[in-house]
């Protein structure tokens, strides 16, 4: 049997030091996710149940890489995050179960049109199209948990042209990395190639074209990206 189109390959991203890649089957974001980002977005701290948007798998954009300044927005925005790759799918998974589930940890940008966002939000509307477009999730390579264990603690930061602009550390995490995992296996059932990307810390700002972003998350990787002039 064939294809009745032709298809885009399977998006993948590198394993490092490995000859392997990962292939990558959904994204799902978990929103507001540092209490400080809460702040600054005008929501309330506390610890509300997570929530969570998706990008398609071919919004990566492979560490390196020069990418064109997006379509219909002049309000594009930085989100630094710690990704969690998915090795083993499940439903309803308990918290002390959860890190089981775990391939390994890259860094990611989950990069949003914001005035396109808060436009569909003062309209009621579904705001997928300020998260879920073209080259909107730069990602590393991915280590595996051999090779970092399970971060819990340790910075997190963004550097745009050199200066920072977001930092953090993942102990600052609202919702920790299992507790996140479990709560979204009751919603859907976790696949063997999901990607999660956990939340970003408080700082998130504009990029305009000819930026260079840099970021960070300890234990896991460097990230370096730039867009087009």
Not at 42 to 49: A, F, L, V
Not at 83 to 100: C, F, N, Q, S, W
Not at 122 to 131: C, F, L
Request: some cysteine; glycine content about 10%; overall charge neutral.
């Amino acid at each position: 049997m064939t294809y009745a189109i032709d298809f885009p390959a399977v998006t993948t991203l590198p394993v490092a030091e490995s000859n392997q890649t990962f292939p990558v089957g959904r994204i799902y974001c978990v929103g507001r996710n540092y209490a400080e980002h809460a702040k600054e977005m005008g929501h309330d701290p506390d610890r509300e149940p997570p929530f969570f948007f998706m990008k398609p798998a071919d919004a990566i954009v492979q560490n390196g890489a020069t990418i064109p300044y997006p379509t219909i927005t002049k309000d594009l925005h930085h989100e630094i995050e710690m990704t969690v790759a998915i090795g083993k799918g499940g439903r309803d998974i308990p918290v002390e179960k959860a890190l089981d589930h775990v391939f390994g940890y890259g860094v990611g940008l989950d990069m949003t049109r914001r005035d396109v966002q808060g436009e569909a939000k003062k309209m009621g509307r579904p705001w997928e199209m300020g998260k879920a477009f073209d080259d909107s999730a730069p990602c590393t390579a991915l280590k595996t948990v051999a090779m970092v264990g399970h971060p819990s603690k340790g910075a997190i930061w963004l550097k745009v042209n050199g200066v920072v602009k977001q930092k953090g550390d993942l102990s600052e995490l609202i919702w920790n990395i299992p507790e996140t995992i479990s709560c979204l296996s009751k919603m859907i059932t976790l696949r063997p190639g999901d990607l999660i990307m956990s939340g970003t810390p408080a700082g998130v700002g504009p990029v305009q074209r000819g930026d260079k972003l840099e970021g960070f998350v300890e234990g896991v990787g460097s990230l370096t990206v730039s867009y087009a002039k």
